[in-house]
């Protein structure tokens, strides 16, 4: 079925097209169930081409059967696959919670999840450097409707910061595509690999300094220091489901960061090879050490999760710095249990507080929730993982990327900010664990939750024990991932090689 | 022609970044509009600068880069996309906010000038 | 099979109480003790196997890549502390029974129990040191739970944060030094690791990989300076305090001490870190327990410093000592259990543990009395005794030492001030709790003799302590033989454990002890006062405090970093842009490359001028937004000349008609803000916006002139060969948007189709107040709109209609296309509504553009889908040729219908903003708004 790799890209479009023209009162019910199909199917997908792609066969889809580099093809690798199952899934668990709570018929909140999957998968599946920046403009532009959605100072303040951050963002991402191409003279990827490889002295630093501008416009969709001001509060303004989706969003820019400097800046690039590595390292523990902090820092749940994702793309930068085989497979595996585990957070946090009376979320006492035990242990299950406390995917996670960074100067470095994270999220989520569960005084007048958003919660969070279990067939996925990461010739000889159905 | 391009440019780029900079949302939205301008035209010298060539087949025997062409008017649409954009949100800001400061921080406590 | 059934059937007995809690605290009870009971019985049928020496094994892949198995090992040691934790277990979870009040949960607090007894096993059980890490963990989490089982009581939430923090803190170095410990030998197999002992020592990464595995035991085991969490511990049920603080959890940080005896002791280093901290501990928490008046308190103190004991013990680094330790790890662990259950009776009876009140008990419960009289006296190291005989060894071992040189005689004198100590506490719990005179106004009174069975396991463990100090030969000697070979790692040297040993030194020092500690007790008086006199200080608190100050600190710096200026965030990008450019610039030699230039002509040197002025201007009268505007237009106009001299006729068609709806849109907006900006950014802010902005205006100068200067070649012939042929179409730019790039349009659309469902989400039921005046205080004009504009746009509109139909036609050949075409048609369209205003077009145009925008996205999206029936990819096009009158000979290829897709999409998502824009206008208008926030209708 050569379609399929299309399908990640063109089945939310669809979906997501339907939604809007549904969209309205009365078909409401019809509207959530395409919408939870959809996002079904995806997952189906999703997991068929992670199948495929754990052969090692790259596969490339040419759209408008124009051949690469004219064309824009969708390029499917073992990292693509994951990227996209990834998503999927956290995709479905999300619209699931959002079928069971709020969706105001003029927000079209189905319409605008699918419409950002269309983008976010377009992202990871797109072999043509313009085209990841008309995918980032639809993620975006839908991740802007999704923001908005609800009111409240905080909401369209926050909002706002978002949205003109980003659009400066995609200017410099725009400038830096075009200098690329004004001196390679191509925007297909693996074509731009093989030519960045044989460039001369006198154009190198052109496109070097491009390179350079890319680090900065992912490093903002990724959230590093000091590019990460913005994230807090515009997660924590947003409703549940969407700041659980939104738990992807920052991984696109470490994917993107992922790619382009092994793809077209790795080793094999001549006078430009490896360039940003060096920067990374820094920039990651940075990260790292302010978001432990901010995660002691922070006065209500959301902000907490907040800093837990800042802290997660820190860990995941200090993988991608270290650069070899071994930390870039742990990077993967600690990327996708922190997507998950994160967007499980975000909605277990709106779960507890919907069971205060005042709706808020901030760490300070108050009655008892109706539900105190399943969601403390939720919460406490939550917790344990994204801290990294075994037997979870947490751990496993650290601990392959603690051993991957060896013994040497890096690794006291990293060790130390890895493990101090870690203990700074015990002691904050012990903090605000107890004050929520424990210094409880009488019982909220609130009533219990619904039973399919904690379905769908239970459902996010299970997968922490899933990747813990099977964590084995994972790992070897995401070693394989790494090599196939690290040897870019067969991606490029694949994209370039490929054949179009007319010839 | 190229210096006078990259001096327009400059020009454009600067006077955008800096209304981008501004602490109202009217003023930063023109700026990103100039900054737009200014990126659409860059994109699309990166083409180079080719006079009385339009990429229409019959019209020539040479033709200007169309691709930097046709990029520029995905950028175009995209950003007009936005600008519209953040123009309402600037509005519903400034409903829920009370006045049109990008922090929605009353004008008194916005005099300090940290850096 | 049986040791992995051992270590799971808590998991399995944790879930039963749960269950079967609403039948009655009985069948609860009896229940919960199944599983365990299982686990004793498999471990003892076990027993003759270890004592002959094999070692049980069980093996399963879980991780391997990480080196991560779930295997497990069962030897002596193993078998002594599995005895333990089962053993003690069992007689807790009866205990429990009696002792918790009617309205807590019993169910919670078994089930509690049981997963730690799972944790525990599988530490002492545990074959990979991972592994042993996992269940290490899970031990300080399960008893995070259990302290905080009261959590309404606040010193119980303390307690367990405090608990969790410190032996979190210390799992997690002991998780680095064990992945340097597998990093040194390769392996995480606790086997391996425990034959490459000399490998280890040898190692570079010892002394740390030492320290990080120390850091670990010591926390768990409350050793000196990290003692202070198990005080505050108590907080917890006394069955708690019992089974973990005393018997099983603290005792994990030995056990860790024994299990890797034979890879990391034998060093000097290892006999002065671990020895000293032991002694340290040793004698000061046998100090501090003389002075606690909190029973539990007392014995929390006591426990420490015997668990300091023990560790001097192992830092002794002689086989005996060795020995000598894990015999008192099983004596410890029998007498001081039962004295916490005996505390917890008296607890339970008189309703306080607060020995100032306690006297003279001896008359109301004398039963109790005895026993909890003889456990004290065990672990004074009274003779006849269990604590005796340890003792004796500890004594002997400390005469033998040989590090200190002339100062050996430290040792010794020290370990008999620490026996007088813990004589002298000892004999404060018998004499103060049950002599001492009368009980001084309990909560309860009479006090009387417990339930039957609460007594049960007191009394067992107390026979234990009896028979083991009498007869250890025949009890406790082939345990310990079994154990202490395994922790040596080789046959214990020739040693039989006697009560008798005949007049010696070691004699001597207990005598001493004995005498010394009774001296000291009876000058408690002064001895209390001084204690009062001197330390006042709570834990709890200090590390209440640390934590707030660490939190204060936190807070500090989050709010200096993330203020939530987004001038301040925006500066930031700008300046890390300019950083990295600067960066990737760097090495760059030459501005200037080989490509020729090309000339300039006056025109464009005006055009040119005109753009910097307007730009310039723009920043100059931004204050005036109006006018801002105007200017603004300005500039863009000039960009588009500048296509146009470029030889892009459809980028300066697109880039005029977005511009004119830019503008509409913007003056639209402008209607509802302030008319003007008022000047509020210091000097020093617009300095530094100048300079940033400035840079970043160079660097993008500069970047163009060194690409432009440069020879080029790109991949646009392919398409300028293949346009025609290929798709049909003479103007390529159109044919690449719509056939070889149609993904990037089908992209771009969709973001206008969101752009519209976005803006209308934020408009809906959106309000603002609308100015009366603008900024020079002239009303806006409230009147209709002008007739004749109106006439005249009436007619218009079919032309206009006309016109972008026309364009939309032409588009594939000639400059134009469906997105032009749709701007134009919107155009028209917005003139009507400007002339007439909504009313009249929402009477015409009773469409849900929302609606037109998607399906104009979904026309694009199923064209490109129908190429799927032909076994083509998505998006590819055919095409063929027709005659039209008018238009002339043109092409229709079915990328013409996603250009309609294109065109639909344009006009729903600008009508849509627009439309609702002028809605809003409307809906504002009366009654004008008088306060400054807009509000929801």
Known sequence: ?503 | MELLISIMLAVMTACGIYLMLRGRTFPVIVGLTLFTYAVNLFIFVMGRLTAGAPPIIGSGESYADPLPQALVLTAIVISFAMTAFVLVLALRARAELGNDHVDGAPVNEREDSRV | MTLLLIVLLPLFGSLVPLATERYGRNICAWSASIAPLISLGLLISLVPGVMAGETLRYHREWLPSLGLDLSLRLDGLGLMFALLITGIGLLVLLYARYYLSSKDSLGRLYALLQIFMLAMLGIVLSDNILLMLVFWELTSLSSFLLIGYWSHQSDARKGARMALAVTGAGGLCLLAGALLLGHIVGSFNLGDILAAGDQIRAHSLYPITLILVLLGAFTKSAQFPFHFWLPHAMSAPTPVSAYLHSATMVKAGVFLLARLYPALAGTELWFFLVSFTGLATMVYGAYTALFKHDLKGLLAYSTISHLGLITLLFGFNTQLAAAAAVFHIINHATFKASLFMAAGIIDHETGTRDMLKLHGLWKYMPHTALLAMVASAAMAGVPLLNGFLSKEMFFAESLQLEYLGSLSWIMPVLATLGALFSVAYSWRFIHDVFFNGEPVDLPKYPPHEPPRFMKVPVEMLVVLCLVVGIFPNYTVEPFMHAAASAVLGREMPEYHLALWHGFNLPLLMSGIALAGGLLLYSQRKGLFAFYERKYRSDEKLVFEARVQRSVRLAQWVTDRLENGSLQRYMALFVGSALVAGAIGIWPLQEWTGSQALTPVDPVSLIAAGLLIVGSFGTVLIHHNRFAALLLLSVVGLVVSLTFIRFSAPDLALTQISVEVVTIVLLMLALYFLPQLTPNESGRKRVARDVVLSGAAGTGVGLLCWTVLTRPFSSISDYFLENSVSGGGGSNVVNVILVDFRGFDTLGEITVLALAAVGIYAMLHGLKLPLPYVDSDGRRWAREPHPPILSVMTRVLLPLAIMVSLYIFLRGHNMPGGGFIAGLVTSVALILQYISTGTDWMQQRLRWNYRKVAASGVMIATLTGLASWLFGYPFLTSTFTYLHWPVVGKFEVASAMAFDVGVYITVVGATMLILAHLGRLAQSTHEPPATNEKGEKI
């Open chain 1, 1 to 503: 079925m050569m379609h399929l790799i299309a399908l990640p890209v063109l089945l939310p479009l669809v979906t997501g097209l339907l939604l809007l023209l549904l969209a309205g009162r009365k078909n409401f019910g019809l509207n959530r169930a395409i919408s939870l199909v959809g996002a079904g199917l995806l997952v189906l997908v999703a997991a068929l081409l992670f199948y495929t792609a754990s052969s090692g066969v790259i596969q490339v889809y040419a759209m408008g059967d124009w051949a690469p580099p004219f064309g824009i093809v969708l390029v499917l690798d073992r990292l693509s696959a994951l990227m996209v199952l990834v998503t999927s899934v956290l995709a479905f668990f999300s619209i699931w919670y959002a079928a069971g709570t709020m969706d105001h018929p003029a927000y079209n909140l189905n319409g605008l999840m699918h419409l950002l999957l269309l983008g976010i998968n377009g992202a990871f599946l797109t072999g043509d450097l313009f085209n990841l920046f008309v995918c980032f403009e639809v993620l975006l532009l839908a991740s802007y409707a999704l923001l908005i959605q609800g009111d409240g100072p905080d909401r369209a303040k926050a909002a706002l910061h978002y949205v003109v951050l980003n659009l400066a963002g995609s200017s410099l991402f725009l400038i830096a595509v075009a200098t690329l191409y004004g001196i390679t003279g191509t925007l297909n990827m693996a074509d731009m690999a093989a030519k960045v490889a044989q460039l001369p002295e006198d154009r190198a630093p052109i496109v070097g300094t491009a390179a350079l501008l890319f680090l900065v416009v992912f490093g903002l969709k990724a959230a590093v220091v000091p590019l990460y001001f913005w994230l807090p509060r515009a997660y924590s303004a947003a409703s549940a489901p969407v700041a659980a989706m939104f738990a992807i969003m920052t991984k696109i820019g470490v994917y993107a960061i992922a790619r382009m400097y092994t793809l077209i800046f790795g080793d094999q690039a001549g006078h430009l090879a490896n360039l940003v590595q060096p920067w990374l390292w820094p920039l990651a523990l940075t990260t790292l050490t302010l978001g432990f902090i901010g995660v002691l820092a922070s006065r209500t749940l959301r902000m907490q999760v907040s800093y837990l994702v800042i802290i997660s793309v820190g860990t995941l930068l200090a993988g991608l710095a270290i650069d070899t085989q071994a930390s870039l497979s742990a990077t993967f595996y600690y990327l996708a249990h922190s997507t998950w585990v994160c967007g499980a957070l975000y909605l277990i946090v709106d779960l507890i507080r919907h069971q205060r009376e005042d709706g808020s979320d901030e760490i300070k006492s108050g009655p008892a929730l109706p539900q105190a035990t399943t969601l403390g242990l939720l919460f406490f299950a939550g917790g344990l993982s994204v801290a990294g406390m075994p037997p979870l995917s947490g751990f496993i996670g650290k601990l392959l990327l603690l051993k991957a960074a060896g013994t040497g100067y890096e690794a006291i470095w990293l060790w130390s900010l890895v493990l101090l994270s870690g203990l700074a999220a015990i002691t904050a989520l012990s903090r605000s664990g107890s004050t929520f569960f424990w210094r409880t005084s009488g019982v909220a007048t609130t009533g219990k939750a619904q039973a399919w958003p904690l379905a769908a919660t239970i459902g996010l969070l299970a997968t922490t024990l899933a990747l813990a279990l099977w964590g084995e067939p994972m790992i070897a996925y995401t070693d394989a991932l790494a090599e196939q990461l690290l040897n870019p010739e067969r991606y490029i000889q694949s994209v370039l090689r490929h054949t179009t159905v007319g010839g």
